[in-house]
């Protein structure tokens, strides 16, 4: 059995995708209500997503589509990952009324998770709402 050091199976990592333009988000103040937090979060950017993993890293399909829709749309963006901090999680459900991640806001607003943000970009809403078109 040939043993190549510390890596028997000689498995690669995966290469670093491209940067795109979601920033993550990696500190929050702990001390405050977990609900304040949530807020806070969302009102830091106009498009602010809450996801499993970082948008360089997505921890789930569903997160890594979205990144990819938000990306698509060429402008920033923040996230947090929700992975970090099981109190944001859980109160990032229970004011969006949403009980799975991704969660995207725009503008302060719950827009929907993975499945509503790809069908608005695949019918030119999500695109006519950044532009300021759909507002």
Not at 47 to 56: A, D, L, N, R, Y
Not at 86 to 98: F, H, M, N, Y
């Amino acid at each position: 059995m040939d043993r190549r050091g510390d890596n028997p199976f000689n498995i690669k990592a995966a290469p670093e995708p491209a940067g795109g333009l979601g920033q993550p988000v990696v500190e929050t103040d702990a001390s405050t209500d977990p609900k304040t937090r949530v807020k806070t979060l969302v009102a830091s950017s106009p498009m602010f997503v809450f996801i499993k993993g970082t948008p360089q890293r997505p921890m789930c399909g569903f997160s890594a589509n979205t990144v990819a829709v938000m990306d698509s749309l060429d402008v920033p963006y923040r996230t947090f990952d929700v992975l970090s901090d099981e109190a944001i999680r859980s109160a990032a459900k229970e004011i969006a009324g949403w009980p799975t991640f991704p969660q995207v806001y725009f503008r302060g607003e719950f827009i929907g998770g993975n499945d509503i943000v790809t069908e608005m970009h695949a019918n030119g809403e999500l695109q006519a709402m950044v532009a300021g078109d759909g507002s």
